[in-house]
């Protein structure tokens, strides 16, 4: 250790130096951390989850033999109301939990206040079956009793609750789920209007709705991918075939119901 000119006693450079080498000499280059946040997961989630619902109702549709403007029609319609749908449940369960939080920790505080020697044992148990010897974790609790504060928050960690403060606000994630709802799943409907201009062939324009649903799901793969470090062609592969085995089957409903229960028109 060595003092400055003002007396106050600072930390030798030496152990910053060896820190600094040690990390150096590591072994592997650092992992890619994931994206965070809960908005970046409803976006990337309820998108997901508005094309293959969209673009299963368009090939249910087509295989009906539905014209361009029932498409339109049924598939906004649907589109809005099963957004305000999720973004309401995205809301209430966003709530929920904050609730939930908010009720822990009045209970937390509680039981710090007047229970500490209980709550003292249960992290010194807790340090313990994570690897440290009993010494040095008398000694992290014993640190940890001086801040009640830090205390809450260290015991609602351990039981797998984050504090109310922290997080997205429900009314954001609801709206931002709902936006990317409408946002994703109007992909697959956008192929309808484009091609109006151009052709009059419903066939045509299903084909474009396929390639426009597949370009949404492979960048809601990748970003995907991102979020959670996945592999970025398994998670596109994946993505692809979620939402090829939800038209597939939407198709085959269709097309059965019409030309096997005995829809079809007379």
Same mark, same amino acid.
């Given at each position: 250790?060595?003092?400055?000119?003002?007396?106050?006693?600072?930390?030798? &450079?030496?152990?910053?130096?060896?820190?600094?080498?040690?990390?150096?000499?590591?072994?592997?280059?650092?992992?890619?951390?994931?994206?965070?946040?809960?908005?970046?997961?409803?976006?990337?989630?309820?998108?997901?989850?508005?094309?293959?619902?969209?673009?299963?109702?368009?090939?249910?549709?087509?295989?009906?033999? *539905?014209?361009?403007?029932?498409?339109? $029609?049924?598939?906004?319609?649907?589109? $809005?109301?099963?957004?305000?749908? !999720?973004? !309401?449940?995205?809301?209430?369960?966003?709530?929920?939990?904050?609730?939930?939080?908010?009720?822990?920790?009045? $209970?937390?505080?509680?039981? +710090?206040?007047?229970?500490?020697?209980?709550?003292?044992?249960?992290? *010194?148990?807790?340090?313990?079956?994570?690897?440290?010897?009993?010494?040095?974790?008398?000694? +992290?609790?014993?640190?940890?009793?001086?801040?009640?504060? &830090? !205390?809450?928050?260290?015991? !609602?960690?351990?039981?797998?609750?984050?504090?109310?403060?922290?997080?997205?606000?429900?009314?954001?994630? /609801?709206?931002?789920?709902?936006?990317?709802?409408? *946002?994703?799943?109007? =992909?697959?409907?956008?192929?309808?209007?484009?091609?109006?201009?151009?052709?009059?062939?419903?066939?045509?324009?299903?084909?474009?709705?396929? +390639?426009?649903? =597949?370009?949404? *799901?492979?960048?809601?793969?990748?970003?995907?991918?991102?979020?959670?470090?996945?592999?970025?062609?398994?998670? +596109?592969? /994946?993505?692809?075939?979620?939402? =090829?085995? =939800?038209?597939?089957?939407?198709?085959? &409903?269709?097309? /059965?119901?019409?030309?096997?229960?005995?829809?079809?028109?007379?």
């Amino acid at each position: 250790m060595s003092r400055n000119s003002d007396g106050a006693t600072t930390t030798t &450079i030496s152990l910053l130096q060896d820190t600094e080498a040690a990390e150096k000499n590591s072994c592997g280059d650092r992992p890619k951390e994931p994206w965070k946040g809960e908005l970046v997961k409803s976006i990337v989630y309820s998108g997901l989850d508005a094309i293959v619902t969209s673009f299963s109702l368009i090939s249910s549709i087509s295989a009906g033999r *539905l014209s361009s403007v029932d498409v339109l $029609v049924l598939g906004f319609a649907n589109l $809005v109301a099963d957004g305000i749908s !999720m973004g !309401m449940g995205d809301y209430v369960s966003s709530n929920t939990e904050h609730d939930v939080a908010a009720k822990e920790k009045l $209970v937390t505080e509680w039981d +710090v206040t007047n229970r500490r020697r209980l709550q003292e044992q249960s992290l *010194l148990d807790r340090y313990r079956a994570l690897g440290m010897n009993h010494e040095d974790a008398a000694m +992290v609790v014993e640190i940890f009793a001086k801040y009640s504060d &830090i !205390m809450v928050e260290e015991k !609602m960690v351990q039981n797998g609750i984050l504090s109310p403060e922290e997080g997205e606000k429900p009314w954001k994630t /609801g709206l931002v789920t709902f936006g990317a709802f409408l *946002l994703f799943g109007s =992909a697959p409907i956008i192929a309808f209007i484009v091609l109006i201009p151009f052709t009059q062939n419903d066939t045509l324009k299903f084909i474009g709705a396929c +390639v426009l649903s =597949a370009l949404a *799901l492979a960048a809601l793969g990748i970003a995907k991918a991102k979020i959670a470090g996945q592999n970025y062609a398994l998670s +596109v592969v /994946g993505t692809l075939f979620n939402g =090829a085995i =939800a038209g597939f089957a939407a198709y085959v &409903i269709g097309w /059965g119901l019409r030309n096997v229960a005995g829809l079809e028109e007379e």
